[in-house]
């Protein structure tokens, strides 16, 4: 069974800290996606991590990707309350095979920044 | 990237009945998609909307309960049918463009 969890479930963290959410997929997936949902709201996307070694960085968030360990990172530099949101990694393992675009969503990270 | 226009947003309804809803994209997409999102939850796939023909469901969800219907490359509905208090949730449309997906802003249902 293909599973995407992510570690933490939930991460409580001061302003100005820094901190790892670590994404592991169980099966073979050449991208990699992280979405943001506020609460109430639809999905953003926030990187497309397209191959092994991938990273990329948006203001106080970096992803990376490594796709031989199945894993993928987003890193949180100097934290600030509007980051505080449920964070998503998503893989689409469908495609590499079938060409489809079927995405498998990881099970999400509650962030709350703290003032 | 896409914009996908999803109605209704909100809607309360009466368990036994049916609800549809609407997922317009502002660009041809090559796929779309339908998902369910319990409160507090992750995001699961309900079934891919196939342009003029039946929609390919995941495991654990039927035609019968949940019809999808995409008749051209902008447009789909889902319908959640003969609906029970379990079926409160969010429904999210998703288009696929070349590099990733868009989402359409959910459908809040709540069946009382």
């Known amino acids: 069974e293909l599973k995407v969890e992510q570690n933490p479930l939930f991460l409580s963290m001061q302003e100005g800290k820094n901190y790892t959410i670590y994404c592991n997929y169980s099966t073979t997936s050449d991208r990699l996606y992280w979405y943001r949902q506020d609460p109430g709201k639809s999905l953003e996307s926030l990187f497309v991590?397209?191959?092994?070694?991938a990273v990329k960085q948006e203001g106080r968030l970096m992803a990376s990707l490594d796709t031989k360990a199945r894993l993928s990172t987003l890193h949180i530099t100097a934290a600030v309350h509007d980051l505080s949101a449920t964070y998503f990694c998503a893989v689409d393992p469908a495609r590499t095979t079938s060409g489809t675009y079927k995405y498998i969503f990881g099970t999400g990270t509650r962030l709350k920044v703290l003032a | 990237s896409a914009v996908i226009s999803q109605k209704p947003s909100r809607d309360i309804c009466q368990r036994g009945t049916s609800l549809t809803i609407q997922c317009q994209v502002d660009?041809?997409?090559?796929?779309m998609f339908w998902y369910r999102q319990q409160p507090g939850q992750s995001l699961t796939l309900i079934a891919t909307?196939?342009?003029?023909?039946?929609?390919?469901?995941e495991s654990g969800f039927v035609i019968d309960k949940f019809p999808i219907s995409r008749p051209n490359l902008t447009f789909s509905t889902l319908t959640v049918s003969n609906m029970s208090p379990e079926d409160s949730s969010i429904y999210l449309c998703?288009?696929?463009?070349?590099?990733?997906?868009?989402f359409g802003q959910g459908t809040r249902l709540t069946v009382v």
């Open positions: 998703s288009a696929t463009g070349y590099t990733e997906a868009f």
């Open positions: 909307a196939n342009q003029g023909s039946e929609a390919t469901y």
């Open positions: 991590l397209l191959s092994n070694g």
């Open positions: 660009s041809q997409v090559t796929m």
